[in-house]
Nanobody, 124 residues
Framework: QVQLVESGGGLVQAGGSLRLSCARSGRTFNTYNLGWFRQAPGKEREFVAAISWSGGSTLYADSVKGRFTISRDSAKNLVYLQMNSLKPEDTALYYC?????????????????WGQGTQVTVSS
């Protein structure tokens, strides 16, 4: 089993920045991809960003491209989401997820393990 725990959420004004972290524990697979998803109240969960097991490939939703950066530190079992130029529409519960599928994917059903989420609220 793999456990994922997110942290770093909070309240920030529009235009501000936050960095989310996701810590992995339990049985670790160095060859799995990691992703961030978010879900706002009353909306479906949506893909935000993903990074390959090597860190060499990334994938972003169009809505966050150029503002968010995903990275990982495999030695420390951590993955990060740096969020800059935040907008009120970025307000959501952010989830970290791990996928054992070989390809980089934006589809939630391809992810095998999920964290509990960390709340991000952006005020206008």
């Amino acid at each position: 089993q793999v456990q994922l725990v997110e942290s770093g959420g909070g309240l920030v004004q529009a235009g501000g920045s936050l960095r989310l972290s996701c810590a992995r524990s339990g049985r670790t697979f160095n060859t799995y991809n990691l992703g961030w998803f978010r879900q706002a109240p009353g909306k479906e969960r949506e893909f935000v960003a993903a990074i390959s097991w090597s860190g060499g490939s990334t994938l972003y939703a169009d809505s966050v491209k150029g503002r968010f950066t995903i990275s990982r530190d495999s030695a420390k079992n951590l993955v990060y989401l740096q969020m800059n130029s935040l907008k009120p529409e970025d307000t959501a519960l952010y989830y970290c997820a791990a996928s054992i599928i070989g390809r980089l994917t934006r589809w939630g059903h391809d992810y095998n393990y999920w964290g509990q989420g960390t709340q991000v609220t952006v005020s206008s």
